[in-house]
């Protein structure tokens, strides 16, 4: 019988070299824009690294006990360069899960960030590297580890479910997931929504924009006063 919430699953899926690069230069609020809203991840999972930090890379998940980080060494060593190790911690910060140690065994394997719903601690160390980090919040007290806990499925963080294998944007406006079987479409969408605002950004320099919908639009809402 199968340990339910105690395994190890393979991925079957990951993006192409190709496909992940093009995500280098797009920004975390086209991703939303072109996705309806619907895949960002909460802001109360903040950046703990120096700013400027680009963070791209595939889900590697990791849903583990609050507290507990057993699996999430283990994910570290199953890792593959440009994997973003995203753990699902319940969102509980009394212990936490990664530390200095574990920031630099990730390094070692050339991992491209951490997620954690969960804290963090060692502080210093991360917010005076460019390693991507983003987490819920920060504690002294170290984790446990005995486990249980599940690596490549999915999981929820900060409200939005991710799969093994999504692509995982992260800049200074926060953390969008794109979801593998989406992320041709939405490149396409991206880049379009690039040049529209690029020509906004022209007409608004050479004085020609157009601000009328506003006021269209204040009048289809029903506002008095114009």
């Known amino acids: 019988m199968p340990n339910l919430g105690f395994r190890i699953l393979q991925r079957t899926e990951r993006p192409s070299p190709t496909l992940l690069h093009q995500f280098q230069d797009v920004v975390t609020p086209h991703i939303s824009d ?8 909460c802001s109360e999972l903040r950046p703990y690294h ?13 849903k583990t006990r609050p507290g507990d980080n057993l699996m999430v060494h283990k994910a570290i060593d199953l890792a593959e360069p440009g994997d973003v190790i995203v753990v699902d ?4 910060t009394t212990n936490s899960i990664v530390g200095e140690i574990m920031l630099r065994l990730a390094q070692k394997k050339e991992v491209a960030g951490f997620i954690i719903d969960g804290a963090i601690r060692d502080t210093v160390a991360f917010t005076n590297d460019t390693f991507p ?11 446990y580890k005995d486990g249980p806990g599940e690596i490549n499925v999915p999981v929820s963080i900060g409200g939005m479910i991710v799969e093994p294998g999504d692509i995982i944007v992260g800049d200074e406006d926060g953390l969008a997931i794109v979801p593998l079987r989406d992320a041709e479409d939405l490149l396409q969408l991206i880049r379009e929504q690039q040049v529209r605002e690029q020509l906004i950004l022209q007409s608004i320099e050479d004085g020609t924009v157009n601000r009328d919908w506003v006021d269209q639009t204040l009048k289809q809402k029903g506002c008095e006063g114009l």
Not at 50 to 62: E, I, N, P, R, W
């Open 89 to 92: 911690a319940g969102g509980d």
């Open 50 to 62: 120096q700013a400027g930090s680009k963070l791209v890379g595939v889900a590697l998940t990791v």
């Open 34 to 41: 072109n996705l309806n809203r619907m895949h960002a991840i």
């Open 133 to 143: 980090v983003y987490a819920r919040g920060i504690t002294h007290r170290g984790p």
